[in-house]
């Protein structure tokens, strides 16, 4: 649908009262097994050629379908070497759906929580702890663990009771193991990030954190995820930018003037309008 109409379909041309070229509109005529839809789309063709189609999801499913149609994949990995396998995961699965590595970005989201020393970085963590109200904490763990009110706060993690969306419930799990966590401690631990990476120090440290992953085919960028706003993203938009630009890992100036551009993806190609092209091409080489 989103390739209706060319870029240069609408001529507008008041004079001739012409207002778009028919050679230049493509009707899909979708016929599937659950809809069917003819089309075309009611609106010009954006700039960024198709909406930048950003997609969440670790199952086995969800990599195929990030590999296949994903320009941005909102990642979560709580260390290096989940994150490392989870990038080679999916970009190893895109050849055979002809895309090149780089035309898919993952993104991991990152809570970042910067101080001018770590001192202040943890103190702040503290405060924002302090606030986490039970009922809260324990309605983010029974998103993806199910219901663990019976069960005693500062008691161990039990095995799921209703376990959903089995990939994130896995990396929450996966926490509660490393650290031997109570069900107080996990929820606190997961609150705030909903089981993302949390880094807590000073600009250069998450900097530091940032780059390591980057560098290590781990995150071609980061979502991040702000503690409270503004401020918390204000934090990282003045301290931790600056130290990365310092770095040349963070641009200075918008390269482009699309999301799609930013992200460094090429604009989406128009298939339909290079099938037509060539038929236009076949039609005339045959007269």
Do not use: C
Request: charged content about 20%; aromatic content about 6%; glycine content about 10%.
């Amino acid at each position: 649908m989103w390739e209706s109409w060319e870029d240069d379909a609408f001529l507008r041309d008041k004079a001739s009262g012409v207002n778009y070229d028919p050679a230049k509109l493509h009707v899909l005529n979708h016929k599937g097994v659950h809809f069917q839809v003819r089309g075309p789309l009611n609106v010009a063709r954006t700039p960024q050629g198709a909406p930048v189609i950003v997609q969440a999801g670790a199952s086995e499913q969800g990599r195929e379908l990030a590999a296949a149609t994903a320009d941005v994949v909102y990642a979560a990995a709580q260390t290096l070497a989940d994150a490392q396998a989870y990038y080679a995961s999916v970009k190893g699965r895109m050849a055979k759906y002809g895309r090149e590595r780089d035309e898919l970005k993952i993104m991991p989201g990152l809570m970042a929580i910067p101080g001018r020393t770590r001192q202040e970085a943890h103190d702040r963590y503290e405060v924002l702890q302090e606030l986490v109200q039970p009922v809260v904490g324990l309605g983010a763990l029974a998103n993806y663990l199910g219901d663990l009110s019976d069960y005693p706060l500062d008691g161990p993690v039990p095995a799921p009771v209703n376990r959903r969306m089995h990939s994130r419930a896995q990396i929450f799990l996966d926490i509660a193991a490393r650290g031997n966590l109570t069900i107080r401690q996990l929820y606190l631990s997961v609150a705030g990030g909903n089981g993302h990476r949390t880094v807590i120090g000073t600009p250069a440290d998450i900097a530091d954190a940032m780059e390591e992953w980057f560098h290590a085919e781990a995150a071609d960028g980061f979502n991040i995820l702000p503690p409270w706003l503004p401020g918390g993203l204000e934090d990282v938009v003045e301290m931790v930018v600056p130290e990365l630009q310092r770095r040349g890992l963070y641009r200075t100036a918008y390269e482009a003037t699309t999301l799609r551009g930013n992200l460094g993806l090429a604009p989406a190609s128009h298939r339909r309008a290079a099938m037509a092209a060539a038929l236009r091409g076949t039609a005339q080489v045959a007269e």
